[in-house]
Protein backbone atom coordinates (compact mmCIF):
# COMPACT_ATOMS: atom_id res chain seq x y z
CA UNK A 1 0.00 0.00 0.00
CA UNK A 2 2.84 2.67 1.12
CA UNK A 3 6.34 2.15 0.50
CA UNK A 4 9.25 4.05 1.79
CA UNK A 5 10.84 5.90 -1.31
CA UNK A 6 13.23 7.99 0.45
CA UNK A 7 14.89 9.75 3.71
CA UNK A 8 15.87 13.13 3.24
CA UNK A 9 17.96 14.70 4.78
CA UNK A 10 19.17 18.50 5.36
CA UNK A 11 17.01 19.91 8.54
CA UNK A 12 19.19 20.64 11.44
CA UNK A 13 16.40 20.78 13.95
CA UNK A 14 12.75 19.42 14.57
CA UNK A 15 10.24 19.80 11.18
CA UNK A 16 7.06 21.29 12.25
CA UNK A 17 5.74 22.25 9.04
CA UNK A 18 4.83 20.97 5.57
CA UNK A 19 2.88 22.07 2.04
CA UNK A 20 2.78 21.11 -1.71
CA UNK A 21 3.59 23.68 -4.40
CA UNK A 22 0.86 24.54 -6.71
CA UNK A 23 4.10 23.63 -9.22
CA UNK A 24 3.99 19.78 -9.52
CA UNK A 25 7.37 18.25 -7.93
CA UNK A 26 7.94 20.77 -5.20
CA UNK A 27 7.25 21.19 -1.74
CA UNK A 28 8.04 23.29 1.06
CA UNK A 29 9.42 22.37 4.74
CA UNK A 30 9.73 24.48 8.01
CA UNK A 31 10.79 24.55 11.68
CA UNK A 32 13.05 25.02 14.44
CA UNK A 33 16.06 25.94 12.43
CA UNK A 34 14.76 28.95 11.08
CA UNK A 35 15.07 28.33 7.17
CA UNK A 36 11.54 27.24 4.64
CA UNK A 37 13.02 24.87 2.71
CA UNK A 38 12.21 23.62 -0.88
CA UNK A 39 12.31 20.43 -1.94
CA UNK A 40 12.37 18.62 -5.72
CA UNK A 41 10.33 15.31 -5.74
CA UNK A 42 11.72 14.71 -9.62
CA UNK A 43 15.54 14.31 -7.98
CA UNK A 44 14.48 13.57 -4.18
CA UNK A 45 16.75 16.33 -2.95
CA UNK A 46 17.01 19.16 -1.24
CA UNK A 47 16.55 22.11 -3.76
CA UNK A 48 17.45 25.78 -1.80
CA UNK A 49 16.49 27.57 0.98
CA UNK A 50 13.54 30.03 0.07
CA UNK A 51 13.69 32.08 2.67
CA UNK A 52 15.87 32.58 6.20
CA UNK A 53 13.15 33.70 9.29
CA UNK A 54 14.07 34.83 12.49
CA UNK A 55 12.77 31.96 14.53
CA UNK A 56 10.67 28.82 14.33
CA UNK A 57 8.21 27.99 11.96
CA UNK A 58 4.88 26.45 13.48
CA UNK A 59 2.68 26.16 9.72
CA UNK A 60 2.90 26.44 5.93
CA UNK A 61 0.63 27.10 3.76
CA UNK A 62 0.43 27.66 -0.12
CA UNK A 63 -2.08 29.29 -2.09
CA UNK A 64 -2.23 30.61 -5.62
CA UNK A 65 1.54 32.14 -6.10
CA UNK A 66 1.87 32.49 -2.52
CA UNK A 67 3.36 31.05 0.70
CA UNK A 68 2.36 31.50 4.08
CA UNK A 69 4.08 31.17 7.05
CA UNK A 70 3.19 31.26 10.56
CA UNK A 71 6.05 31.93 13.44
CA UNK A 72 6.57 31.32 16.93
CA UNK A 73 6.64 34.94 17.34
CA UNK A 74 2.99 35.65 16.06
CA UNK A 75 4.12 36.73 12.64
CA UNK A 76 2.61 35.69 9.36
CA UNK A 77 4.86 35.81 5.92
CA UNK A 78 3.55 36.20 2.59
CA UNK A 79 6.02 34.72 -0.28
CA UNK A 80 5.25 35.27 -3.65
CA UNK A 81 6.67 32.27 -5.55
CA UNK A 82 6.30 33.28 -8.73
CA UNK A 83 9.11 36.53 -8.51
CA UNK A 84 10.61 34.81 -5.68
CA UNK A 85 10.28 37.48 -3.48
CA UNK A 86 8.78 38.36 0.16
CA UNK A 87 5.34 39.93 -0.92
CA UNK A 88 4.25 41.03 3.07
CA UNK A 89 5.74 40.36 6.81
CA UNK A 90 3.50 41.40 9.77
CA UNK A 91 2.53 40.53 13.34
CA UNK A 92 -0.69 38.69 12.76
CA UNK A 93 -1.22 37.17 16.55
CA UNK A 94 0.38 38.13 19.80
CA UNK A 95 1.31 34.23 20.45
CA UNK A 96 2.70 31.68 17.59
CA UNK A 97 -0.02 30.85 14.76
CA UNK A 98 -0.40 27.18 14.56
CA UNK A 99 -2.41 27.10 11.43
CA UNK A 100 -3.01 28.90 8.04
CA UNK A 101 -5.36 27.85 5.88
CA UNK A 102 -6.96 29.94 2.75
CA UNK A 103 -10.68 29.70 1.90
CA UNK A 104 -10.84 30.21 -2.30
CA UNK A 105 -14.40 30.93 -2.50
CA UNK A 106 -14.47 34.15 0.02
CA UNK A 107 -10.77 35.41 -1.32
CA UNK A 108 -9.94 34.83 2.59
CA UNK A 109 -7.07 33.65 4.94
CA UNK A 110 -7.25 32.18 8.14
CA UNK A 111 -4.67 31.94 10.72
CA UNK A 112 -5.22 30.27 14.50
CA UNK A 113 -3.19 30.79 17.51
CA UNK A 114 -1.43 30.00 20.99
CA UNK A 115 -3.50 33.51 21.61
CA UNK A 116 -7.27 31.72 21.18
CA UNK A 117 -8.02 33.89 17.85
CA UNK A 118 -8.64 33.41 15.05
CA UNK A 119 -7.93 36.14 12.47
CA UNK A 120 -9.57 36.46 9.20
CA UNK A 121 -7.32 38.40 6.26
CA UNK A 122 -8.09 39.37 2.82
CA UNK A 123 -6.38 37.48 0.03
CA UNK A 124 -6.21 40.83 -2.28
CA UNK A 125 -3.88 42.97 -0.10
CA UNK A 126 -3.54 41.24 3.11
CA UNK A 127 -5.36 43.13 5.15
CA UNK A 128 -7.17 41.80 8.19
CA UNK A 129 -10.77 41.71 8.26
CA UNK A 130 -11.49 40.13 11.60
CA UNK A 131 -10.20 39.04 14.46
CA UNK A 132 -12.69 36.17 16.52
CA UNK A 133 -12.12 35.28 20.17
CA UNK A 134 -12.73 31.64 19.88
CA UNK A 135 -10.98 30.80 23.21
CA UNK A 136 -8.97 31.51 26.11
CA UNK A 137 -6.28 29.19 24.89
CA UNK A 138 -4.53 27.79 21.59
CA UNK A 139 -6.39 27.30 18.38
CA UNK A 140 -3.86 24.75 16.98
CA UNK A 141 -6.40 23.33 14.03
CA UNK A 142 -8.05 24.49 11.08
CA UNK A 143 -10.18 22.83 8.28
CA UNK A 144 -12.48 23.85 6.04
CA UNK A 145 -15.39 21.78 4.40
CA UNK A 146 -15.83 20.73 1.53
CA UNK A 147 -18.82 22.80 0.80
CA UNK A 148 -16.77 25.51 1.91
CA UNK A 149 -19.21 26.78 4.65
CA UNK A 150 -18.05 25.82 7.87
CA UNK A 151 -14.60 26.21 9.45
CA UNK A 152 -13.68 23.60 12.48
CA UNK A 153 -11.17 24.65 14.33
CA UNK A 154 -9.85 22.35 17.29
CA UNK A 155 -8.88 23.76 20.38
CA UNK A 156 -6.48 23.49 23.42
CA UNK A 157 -9.57 22.80 25.68
CA UNK A 158 -10.29 19.59 24.31
CA UNK A 159 -13.46 21.32 22.19
CA UNK A 160 -14.06 21.63 18.08
CA UNK A 161 -15.87 25.08 17.33
CA UNK A 162 -17.15 24.82 14.14
CA UNK A 163 -17.66 28.49 13.08
CA UNK A 164 -20.07 29.78 10.04
CA UNK A 165 -17.73 31.04 7.11
CA UNK A 166 -20.78 34.03 5.57
CA UNK A 167 -20.79 35.67 8.66
CA UNK A 168 -18.38 33.79 11.17
CA UNK A 169 -20.93 32.94 13.90
CA UNK A 170 -20.35 30.19 15.93
CA UNK A 171 -22.79 27.31 14.86
CA UNK A 172 -21.55 24.05 17.14
CA UNK A 173 -19.07 23.15 20.10
CA UNK A 174 -18.27 19.87 19.99
CA UNK A 175 -17.16 18.33 23.37
CA UNK A 176 -16.17 14.63 23.38
CA UNK A 177 -11.85 14.67 23.48
CA UNK A 178 -10.76 14.48 27.03
CA UNK A 179 -7.38 16.30 25.92
CA UNK A 180 -6.05 19.23 23.50
CA UNK A 181 -7.71 18.98 19.73
CA UNK A 182 -4.36 18.72 17.78
CA UNK A 183 -4.93 17.86 14.28
CA UNK A 184 -9.02 18.20 12.02
CA UNK A 185 -10.00 17.05 8.62
CA UNK A 186 -13.19 16.91 6.44
CA UNK A 187 -13.74 14.34 4.40
CA UNK A 188 -13.56 14.68 0.76
CA UNK A 189 -16.88 13.08 0.20
CA UNK A 190 -18.40 15.87 2.66
CA UNK A 191 -19.93 13.12 5.16
CA UNK A 192 -18.17 13.52 8.19
CA UNK A 193 -15.31 15.74 10.44
CA UNK A 194 -12.28 13.96 11.68
CA UNK A 195 -10.95 14.74 14.65
CA UNK A 196 -7.93 13.92 16.16
CA UNK A 197 -6.46 14.61 20.16
CA UNK A 198 -3.78 14.35 22.59
CA UNK A 199 -5.38 11.59 24.10
CA UNK A 200 -4.86 9.68 20.82
CA UNK A 201 -8.31 9.57 19.62
CA UNK A 202 -9.85 9.80 16.37
CA UNK A 203 -13.58 11.12 16.28
CA UNK A 204 -15.81 11.19 13.79
CA UNK A 205 -18.55 13.67 13.46
CA UNK A 206 -21.37 13.13 10.78
CA UNK A 207 -22.55 16.24 8.85
CA UNK A 208 -24.70 18.25 8.29
CA UNK A 209 -25.57 17.83 12.25
CA UNK A 210 -21.81 16.67 13.43
CA UNK A 211 -23.85 14.08 15.58
CA UNK A 212 -20.67 11.67 17.12
CA UNK A 213 -20.86 8.39 14.77
CA UNK A 214 -17.46 6.83 15.96
CA UNK A 215 -14.57 6.81 18.53
CA UNK A 216 -11.14 5.27 17.47
CA UNK A 217 -8.52 4.69 19.71
CA UNK A 218 -5.97 5.24 16.79
CA UNK A 219 -2.12 5.82 18.28
CA UNK A 220 -0.76 5.62 21.51
CA UNK A 221 -0.04 9.24 22.00
CA UNK A 222 -0.85 12.61 20.43
CA UNK A 223 -2.40 12.33 16.70
CA UNK A 224 -0.72 15.56 15.21
CA UNK A 225 -1.86 14.91 11.48
CA UNK A 226 -4.54 13.97 9.47
CA UNK A 227 -4.22 13.58 5.80
CA UNK A 228 -7.07 12.38 3.03
CA UNK A 229 -5.60 10.45 -0.15
CA UNK A 230 -7.12 12.97 -3.04
CA UNK A 231 -8.63 10.35 -5.16
CA UNK A 232 -8.75 6.92 -3.47
CA UNK A 233 -10.48 6.45 0.00
CA UNK A 234 -8.21 6.27 2.24
CA UNK A 235 -6.42 8.81 4.85
CA UNK A 236 -3.26 8.49 6.89
CA UNK A 237 -2.62 9.64 10.39
CA UNK A 238 0.77 10.67 11.78
CA UNK A 239 1.44 10.35 15.83
CA UNK A 240 3.84 11.58 18.56
CA UNK A 241 3.99 7.59 18.96
CA UNK A 242 6.20 7.97 15.77
CA UNK A 243 4.03 5.99 13.74
CA UNK A 244 2.14 6.70 10.42
CA UNK A 245 -0.99 4.71 9.80
CA UNK A 246 -3.61 4.48 6.84
CA UNK A 247 -7.02 3.78 7.68
CA UNK A 248 -10.15 3.06 4.94
CA UNK A 249 -12.21 6.20 4.29
CA UNK A 250 -15.34 4.31 4.04
CA UNK A 251 -14.97 1.57 6.48
CA UNK A 252 -12.34 3.21 8.71
CA UNK A 253 -10.41 -0.19 9.09
CA UNK A 254 -6.71 0.33 10.09
CA UNK A 255 -4.97 -1.11 6.65
CA UNK A 256 -1.49 0.01 7.40
CA UNK A 257 0.88 1.07 9.79
CA UNK A 258 4.45 2.57 8.74
CA UNK A 259 6.77 2.24 11.88
CA UNK A 260 10.10 0.91 13.18
CA UNK A 261 8.42 -0.84 16.43
CA UNK A 262 6.12 -2.34 13.46
CA UNK A 263 9.55 -3.42 11.21
CA UNK A 264 8.89 -1.03 8.35
CA UNK A 265 11.04 2.13 7.73
CA UNK A 266 9.32 4.84 9.86
CA UNK A 267 10.80 8.12 11.85
CA UNK A 268 12.54 7.69 14.86
CA UNK A 269 10.76 10.52 16.85
CA UNK A 270 7.05 12.28 16.49
CA UNK A 271 5.91 12.25 13.42
CA UNK A 272 4.60 15.87 13.32
CA UNK A 273 3.27 16.58 9.69
CA UNK A 274 1.64 14.71 6.65
CA UNK A 275 0.82 15.56 3.37
CA UNK A 276 -0.23 13.42 -0.33
CA UNK A 277 0.97 15.16 -3.64
CA UNK A 278 -1.76 16.38 -5.85
CA UNK A 279 -1.82 12.74 -7.88
CA UNK A 280 -1.62 11.01 -4.95
CA UNK A 281 1.63 9.17 -5.61
CA UNK A 282 3.41 10.12 -2.84
CA UNK A 283 2.67 10.68 0.74
CA UNK A 284 5.58 12.81 2.56
CA UNK A 285 5.42 12.85 6.34
CA UNK A 286 8.12 15.20 8.54
CA UNK A 287 9.40 14.91 12.05
CA UNK A 288 11.10 15.44 14.85
CA UNK A 289 14.25 13.38 13.68
CA UNK A 290 14.98 16.54 11.40
CA UNK A 291 13.65 13.81 8.67
CA UNK A 292 11.61 14.07 5.32
CA UNK A 293 10.28 10.45 4.23
CA UNK A 294 9.02 10.13 1.18
CA UNK A 295 6.63 7.47 0.70
CA UNK A 296 5.31 5.52 -2.93
CA UNK A 297 1.89 4.25 -2.84
CA UNK A 298 1.45 1.23 -4.28
CA UNK A 299 -2.08 0.30 -5.67
CA UNK A 300 -1.84 -2.76 -6.49
CA UNK A 301 -1.29 -4.03 -3.37
CA UNK A 302 -4.32 -2.65 -2.28
Not at 24 to 51: C, Q, R
Not at 166 to 188: I, M
Request: net charge negative; with cysteine; hydrophobic share 40%.
Amino acid sequence: MLKHLKSLTGHQNPVYALANSAEEGIFYTAGNDKGIVEWSLDKMTFHKVLLHVKTSVYSLHVYNDFLFAGLRNGELIVYNLKTQALAAQFQAHEKPVFDVVAVPSKEELLTASEDGTVAVWSLKDFSMLYRIRVSADTVRAIAISTDAKHAALGCKDGLIRIYDLLDYSLLYVLDKHSLPVTAVQYSPDGKYLISGSRDAQLNFWSLPDYEPRHTIPAHMYSVYGIAFHPSLPYFATASQDKSIKIWGSDDLKLYKILSLEKGTEGHTHSVNKLVWTADGKYLLSTGDDKLVIVWNWEQQNV
